[in-house]
T-cell receptor, first 110, second 115 residues
Framework: QKEVEQNSGPLSVPEGAIASLNCTYSDRGSQSFFWYRQYSGKSPELIMSIYSNGDKEDGRFTAQLNKASQYVSLLIRDSQPSDSATYLCAGNQAGTALIFGKGTTLSVSS | GAVVSQHPSRVICKSGTSVKIECRSLDFQATTMFWYRQFPKKSLMLMATSNEGSKATYEQGVEKDKFLINHASLTLSTLTVTSAHPEDSSFYIC???WGAGNTIYFGEGSWLTVV
């Protein structure tokens, strides 16, 4: 059974702080990993993709991948109230459907 | 901008009727699309993989006679919920791979309410 595990939270951080979201996966064949943000009642929105070990930065977001440990993380710097949402970690092998974690709810207080 | 478009965004239907949801890839060809459903406060559950020109591949436990998927062209996949019941009320979302790394993008989702 291919699984992606996330802490459901809620994770609460004050505005301006760093939010750290973590994810582990079981399928060693997974090659691509994604972080999606989902607001209540809306469809998931792609935040970051990462394919190789190491860090990938995009604005306030940094994704980290460690294939040996089967671990993916997302750091959000200078967290804003608008970042409050559910963050979904997902992975797949090329061309296949994404396997999603259950999501981590992030709450950023002003 | 959006790369996958879904319609309708909300639909209410009576029990026993059928409802069709469309998923379109915008400005690219999608030989494969994925259909998910999501219950409130739950994660996305993969229902089926839609394959252009061939039968869809359904996940275990998903009734293929109830959730009819047709992928008749390279830019359109449809999901028809047949003989809908209140327990079919859910958020249905389609997705398609596009671009570098076959990143998967989602449509806007369709809220189905069966009364």
């Amino acid at each position: 059974q291919k699984e992606v595990e996330q802490n459901s939270g809620p994770l609460s951080v004050p505005e301006g702080a760093i939010a750290s979201l973590n994810c582990t996966y079981s399928d060693r064949g997974s090659q691509s990993f994604f972080w999606y943000r989902q607001y209540s009642g809306k469809s998931p929105e792609l935040i970051m993709s990462i394919y190789s070990n190491g860090d990938k930065e995009d604005g306030r977001f940094t994704a980290q991948l460690n294939k040996a440990s089967q671990y993916v993380s997302l750091l959000i710097r200078d967290s804003q109230p608008s970042d409050s949402a559910t963050y979904l970690c997902a992975g797949n092998q090329a061309g296949t459907a994404l396997i999603f974690g259950k999501g981590t709810t992030l709450s950023v207080s002003s | 901008g959006a790369v996958v478009s879904q319609h309708p965004s909300r639909v209410i239907c009576k029990s026993g009727t059928s409802v069709k949801i469309e998923c379109r890839s915008l400005d690219f060809q999608a030989t494969t699309m994925f259909w998910y459903r999501q219950f409130p406060k739950k994660s996305l559950m993969l229902m089926a993989t839609s394959n252009e020109g061939s039968k869809a591949t359904y996940e275990q436990g998903v009734e293929k006679d109830k959730f009819l998927i047709n992928h008749a062209s390279l830019t359109l996949s449809t999901l028809t919920v047949t003989s809908a019941h209140p327990e079919d009320s859910s958020f249905y979302i389609c997705s398609a791979p596009w671009g570098a790394g076959n990143t998967i993008y989602f449509g806007e989702g369709s809220w189905l309410t069966v009364v």
